[in-house]
């Protein structure tokens, strides 16, 4: 299911190149160091399909890791390239917005639904 808060609006590097940085519909900005997109890959080669645990290292990562292409995926997901010739993750929109790690995201882990407007 999609909604604002997991449709980008606009995704781009940040001025200095460093960063990437998605846009939501819901005007929300998520900025990503490529290293952590990179440790985050859900493929099975990152992350053991039975166990759900990842067997991706931060050893098995270059610090300075970037990717060199971004694909969409349909419509629900982003797939990257990296420079280190990883590219089977899919990242869904899902995941990229669960994986905000700005200041508001982070102190609100499960935000509370209100029913009223
Ligand atoms: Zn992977
Ligand atoms: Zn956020």
Redesign the pocket.
């Known amino acids: 299911m999609q909604t604002p808060a997991t449709t980008p609006r606009d995704i781009n590097p940040t001025e200095d190149g460093k960063a990437l940085r998605i846009v939501w519909e819901d005007g ?3 900025v990503y160091l490529p290293f952590d997109l990179r440790m985050s890959c859900p493929c099975a080669g990152c992350v053991d399909e039975s166990s759900g645990r990842r067997t991706l290292t931060e050893a098995m990562v270059p610090p300075n890791v970037y990717p060199t292409a971004i694909e969409y995926v349909g419509r629900y997901a982003l797939k990257f390239v990296w420079s280190d010739r990883h590219d089977t993750g899919l990242y869904s929109f899902d995941l990229l917005r669960g994986l ?3 200041e ?3 102190k609100m882990p499960a935000p509370p639904r209100r029913s009223s407007r």
């Open positions: 929300h900005e998520s905000c790690g700005c508001e995201c982070n």
